[in-house]
């Protein structure tokens, strides 16, 4: 600790503390214009000026370190006119738009003149103007606004991890700008424009929507991936004009393109406001009647195991609860599953078994302090931007090392100290690779190891057989290189290790995700205050999905289901077979999101009542017998589970289109009708209830990671196969998620769609000129009877063999070529 | 002599604009530029200085100011940003005859409110601006009264500098690539680094970092580590497998023969590569070895070889051959090479012992090594040093340090240096003492080698020695060690290594080929003689002449490193090879040799110099020099642990040591 005395008041900071850090626990604030908690001291303004007995200069409290003994005069005339004549400075030649500024009435140069008397000028110049940047998708740049705070560039640099700006030029010509002048083409985050304190970094979206204060702020929680970020929705008349998020809120303010873009889609035209009954428009009376009528006829005709349901990671806990207590309660069928079938349950029952984990084994914050960070078969930058921020922290402010596994060159790639670039289908050969260079090397955590962990002998004897050098020529990497990446992760305390979709999806994910919790207990990732075991997902409420029972063999709170339903993939075969009469389809579209996407399209063509409920016509809904138009996050009210548990609730901040209504009250007043009672309900009924079944929810809690704090854990011990051989010849397809989109939701924003619109092929240069294609020419890709063609493009991201596409659009539905339980097909490429 | 018309550099005003009896004052400036142009005023950081009344001194105020503000002011703070604008804006309107007595007054008051600037770069620029309107109010006057219009009678050449860039042999712009760091920005960081350094690794580990002494936080309380923070950008692109980003320019058709790939052929054929031109270095060691004294002069527990090795494949692999196993005037004559080359740069080093000068050292005895940088070669390539159990190391050089801690890496159960001097006197690096002592070599300070003894064999046994006390003051004032009567004694020991010095060895070059060498054995190389006032030529830190293009008496061959220079540090060999490889572009491209005004005011300055180690540099002197992490013990000179010693910093402990750079950028102005 270090003593120190600021405007004649005693204070003890921790030592490497700022001036400014000091006065603030003083409750003394100095004027700042350029500091950004978030990210490094700059000093640009020079405002934060304050005295320091004995040293002849005016020191600059943001960037100034405390130091024993130290007198600091915060307030004083002479600091005053320096401040002051600097803001004069400041304003020297700044535009006097203030009026028709975007940032007018929310602008931190106007308060600062304002709070630092800076009411004449003395100084003048003559006047250049710079050009202002119209030609940038999303964000414009009015550099004549600029105080060069460096704020966004520090953000995008330090936070995002991207140099999409820069400082450039010289002098008075120098200007926040792209580095080699062309228009803006990066991440699209907006959190330039989020720091911006002027106006030179604004929205388009956003552009003269209306003044700061005509809106309506209200707090809630991002509708996109399972990170859970906390933000703002800006409405005026009922309709989100844009999203921000505080500095002060868990993400500290950060947020992806879907995070500030991505609200677009609320406001798509496209969106459904009535319901139908067949290809007619209906009340919902009506609607309610014949899906009342339709489901009662199936059931008595056929039994209730005739009906079955998908829900949705985009409705909130209580519409999922809902959900299932439709179908188990009310209809009296087990038959309900989601999306979750195509990975994440799988990987979900592998961490419940083995560790007791519903998701992350605590929360993402644990990720920043972390000494090493594995992320495996994941692309963080897609599947949770939010996450990937953290581990970014953790690699540049905090000195963590970095191992990437994946088959692509991903952005978390520049950070890493490794990358091990695999070949598709070694997910498992290379973790129990890993898994044998730590023990080879005597790297495990022996503390927790032989505290916890009872049978190491049995996994070092079934490891036995694993050659390193083999797992590593089947995996396409250097021996070197793996173990390098085993001692990168060794060496350090406390490590993270956060997988995704590629470990996930693949086919042998269970046996992957299982070696990898192996590999989690070596190296002491669990059970710590820093680092854990991270499982991420692309979509919201993927974990609350599951723990409110939205599956066919759990019921809320991860209880096991006294008799399992059909699981997604038995459901479609049962409608083949004529089994499953009526399908009810909740916040997802199977079609044209799901793999063999064609197939499913013929099956639902059997069903006697297909039920949509969704705020989209997505390509399921064109078979629909019924079409209940619902609400999106931002029009409702209830609670999403973050993968680390968090339960935050949502707000509602803008009106429904038309007639649609929040899923919970279409939920409701189904289950009435169709059980007669008539209970109201409403989100915070609806938790109430939960929240006596399933230990710990609620609103706004933080769940606790069911990992023991004590007691013996045992290693699964697994036969160990020899790597497969590649095989030369074929394709493997890796359909995938892309930063600019989630889901097919964002396919309907607008603004993502601005820099995103359409799919494509990643290609290996060696295999565009083995089929002679040259960036952007059309490619066919086929596997078995379905086909799908794009643009290629051309690029060393991927490796010779591998094609990557992005699975979000329906206009080119790489989905459709997947087969059932896997995430990567292997595919026919040629020139379209 | 030269006369000072007037001067207000350092605070200090002389004045002697209106004659009478001349007050004297004396700078560390030549009489002309380049030997022609006569030097007329020199404006910069700490004042004006006018040796030619017929300078107009509002004129090259603005436009001193014009270039501080449109050139290189960063922009990065409002009053530097805006404050060099309107002071820029003013002198224009007042040279231009727009200007008013206000104007003079807005300077005057943005001087001081410019000691707010985040660097010294647009705080300085405004000393020479104020003290002009001071001093030389009425020469603004006229201008304002419209009396005076612009003529143009001098020309003017700034440079951008600060003092430790300044002090950099290779003059680095260390300023840059510390803000860069600063900014997290470690690629960036060796970017700027690579622009004057093509061995980061290296000089970010072994460099005895001059720069450091000549660090204006010295002023405030300790040098900021710039070393390893260069050591950091370097170790951030190999930590992150990331390719570097240098992209050389369409090849050329002229090629260019390098002989030796040490630092300063290394560095030629880098600069030279990036131009476009096809480079081949000749390497008398085998590969494997390549990198010169780096290789085989420093041992890899202070340069590991495979960090080493990745800067030369990194210059190999753009574009540069390198042939190994390739000794010029044994393998093919240096005739050869200037038949088959457009432009020859020889760069051997100074690879050959000196002898020791003590009774029994020529007699081959067994036991008595010929050389440390020989035996430090032998051991570096695995082969049989002829070193025995307890080895004794003469000298005090960083040469005889590493002598005696590879001594012990090779197995020696006692290493023992003898120095006559003292300990402090030691040209060594003082850590490198230090390391050594820490590894358990011992020291026997103030003892002069006067007899090799010697068994029946012919097997060395022991050096017979003398105690050596300081005598009186010589003619230069410096008390020379003498021996102290009847102090003989004898240190027992199997092994000598005389580890006194090297010079080059340049029996490759021919007699007759017209390349001359001097009386210290180094190449001789053109140069433009600059005096100084009292007519004396300015000379380097060795001797030579100050400003030299690197050209020998031979059209088409150059010379540069310590065959040229004299024996002397990495980077010394970098900077100088690298204007070897400019100069060596124009005698390609023009068929000329010739330095830019840019080059001769970059040797003015450093002879100047740019750092005063007297000014007082207001700072809180909260945040101490951060020192690298380090492996401790003796066990890190256990036999065959050629391990790294020193572990840089982690990333964020980098970033802090940078926050402590305090960016003491400046411009300085001539005007010829």
Known sequence: MVSLTIDGKDISVAKGSTILEAAALLGITIPTLCWLKKVSPTGACRVCAVEVEDVDRPMTACNTPVKEGIKVTTQSEKLSKIRQKIMELMLVNHPLDCPVCDAGGECDLQNACYGLGASRQEYSALLERREIRYDWPLIESDPNRCILCEKCVKVDHEVVGCNAIAVVNRGEATVIDTVDGKPLNCEFCGNCVGVCPTGTLISKPFKFRGRPWAFNVTKSVCAFCSTGCQIEYHTRNGRVERVTSEDENYNSGNLCINGRFGYSYVNAPERLTEPMVGSARADWNAAMGSAVAGLKGIVAKYGPDAVAGLGSPRVTNEENYLFQKLFRGAIGSGNIDSEARLGFAQAQKVLRERLGLQGASATIDAIDRAGAVLVFGCDLNAEATGIEYR???????????????????????????????????????????????????????????????????????????????????????????????GRLLGREKSVAVIFGADLMRSSGAEEAVTALVNLSLLLGALGKDTGGLFPVYEKTNIRGLLDMGVAPDMLPGNRAASASGKNLWQIIEGIEQGSIKALYLLGCDPVASFPEGERIRTALGNLELLIVQDPFPGESLKQAHIVFPSSVAAEKRGTFTSIDGRVQSLAKAANSPGEAREDWDILTELYNRLTGESRPASPASIMAEIAGIVPGYGADVILPAAFPAAGPISLAVMGVARPAAPSAQSYTLLPGAILYHSGTTTTWSKNNGEVAPAGYVEIHPDDAAKLGVSDGAALRLSAGTASVTGPARVTNSVQPGLLFAPYHFRSMNVNALLGKGAGSASVKVEKA | MAQVVFSSWGGTVVDNRAGGEAKDASFRLPTTLDGERSLAAFMGWDGIILFDKGVDVPAMAAEYMKRVQTLYCCGKCTPGKKGTRVLMDALAAIVEGRGTEAHLDSITDLGDLLANCKCTLCQSSTVPVVDAVKHFRDDFLAYIRGAQKPVATHRYIEKYTAPCMDRCPAHIDIPAYIEAIKEYRFDESLTVIRDNMPLPSVCGRVCPHPCETHCRRKNVDDAVNIMVLKRSASDYEWMHNAEPPMKPKPRKSKTVAIV????????????????GYPCTIYEALPEGYGGG????????????????????????????????????????????????????????????????????????????????????????MGRPTGMGKKVVVVGGGNTAIDCVRVALREGAEESILLYRRSRKEMPADVWEVDGADEEGVRFEFQVLPTRIIVDGNEQVTGVECVRMALGEPDASGRRRPEPVPGSEFVVECDTVIPAIGQDP?????????????????????????????????????????????????LDGVFAGGDAEIGPLTVVACIGNAHRAARVIQRWLEEGKVYLTDDEFMEDILTNFPVYDKGETVPWLDSVERAHQAEVHGRERASKGNYQEVELGFVDSKAVQEAERCLRCYRVAMAAV
Not at chain 1, 394 to 413: C, F, G, Q, S
């Open chain 1, 391 to 485: 581990v970014i922290k953790a690699a540049t402010k905090n000195d963590a090392k970095l191992v990437l596994a994946n088959m692509r060159d991903v952005k978390l790639k520049k950070f890493a100290n490794s990358h091990l670039k695999y070949r598709p289908g070694n997910e498992l050969t290379l973790i129990n690779a890993l898994t044998r260079v730590v023990l080879d090397e005597g790297l495990q955590d022996n503390d927790f190891v032989s505290s916890r962990i009872a049978n190491l002998t049995e996994l070092t004897t079934a490891l036995s057989a694993v050659s390193v050098a083999d797992a590593a020529e089947a995996a396409g990497v250097s021996e070197a290189d793996l173990r390098s990446a």
């Open chain 2, 260 to 275: 030796g790939a040490g630092p300063a052929g290394l560095a030629c054929a880098y600069y030279l590569a990036l131009e």
């Open chain 2, 293 to 380: 004294m780096i290789a085989v002069g420093i041992p890899p527990y202070r340069q590991p070889r495979h960090l080493l090795q990745r800067d030369i494949d990194i210059i190999a692999s753009m574009g540069v051959e390198i042939i190994y196993d390739t000794r010029i005037g044994t393998d093919i004559s240096l005739d050869d090479l200037k038949k088959k080359y457009d432009a020859v740069f020889l760069a051997p080093g100074a690879h050959r012992s000196k002898p020791m000068g003590v009774e029994g050292e020529d007699k081959g005895y067994k036991g008595f090594l010929k050389g440390g940088i020989d035996f430090l070669r032998e051991a570096y």
């Open chain 2, 505 to 553: 060895d340049l029996s490759f070059i021919p007699e007759n080929m017209g390349i001359d060498i001097t009386k210290w054995n180094t190449v001789v190389t053109k140069y433009i003689p600059l005096k100084d006032a009292a007519g004396k030529e300015l000379k380097d830190g060795m001797g030579n002449p100050l400003v030299r293009t690197l050209i020998t008496d």
